[in-house]
């Protein structure tokens, strides 16, 4: 079993930069992969990105390359979502998850969610 809170959304200009938390409890969280995902309204969820356990690899959508940064501090329980260069188009709902498994392209497998932040950009 894993907690996991996001924080760090809010409203920015196009342009700029944010960067999410998701906190995680429990003492297994340097054994899981972890996602991020976006949900725009009347759009489906989809996957940002991802890294792996260790934090080696990761994974991101073509849309965010280049542009969006993930991490994790395994000591700190904590994964970050670096956001530079916003769009308005990356407005969304942002949920990072937590799953057993090293395909970090596959968006399934997400057993544990956290309760979403809100990014809202600008133009």
């Known amino acids: 079993q894993v907690l996991l809170v996001e924080s760090g959304g809010g409203l920015v200009q196009a342009g700029g930069s944010l960067r999410l938390s998701c906190a995680a409890s429990?003492?297994?969280?340097?054994?899981?992969?972890m996602g991020w995902f976006r949900q725009a309204p009347g759009k489906v969820r989809g996957l940002v990105g991802a890294?792996?356990?260790?934090?080696?690899?990761?994974y991101y959508a073509d849309s965010v390359k280049g542009r969006f940064t993930i991490s994790r501090d395994n000591g700190k329980n904590t994964v970050y979502l670096q956001m530079n260069n916003l769009k308005p188009e990356d407005t969304a709902a942002y949920f990072c998850?937590?799953?057993?498994?090293?395909?970090?392209?596959?968006?399934?497998?997400?057993?544990?969610w956290g309760q979403g932040t809100q990014v809202t950009v600008s133009s």
């Open positions: 998850a937590a799953k057993y498994g090293a395909s970090l392209s596959y968006a399934g497998g997400y057993g544990y």
């Open positions: 429990g003492r297994t969280f340097s054994t899981y992969t």
């Open positions: 890294i792996s356990s260790s934090g080696v690899n990761t």
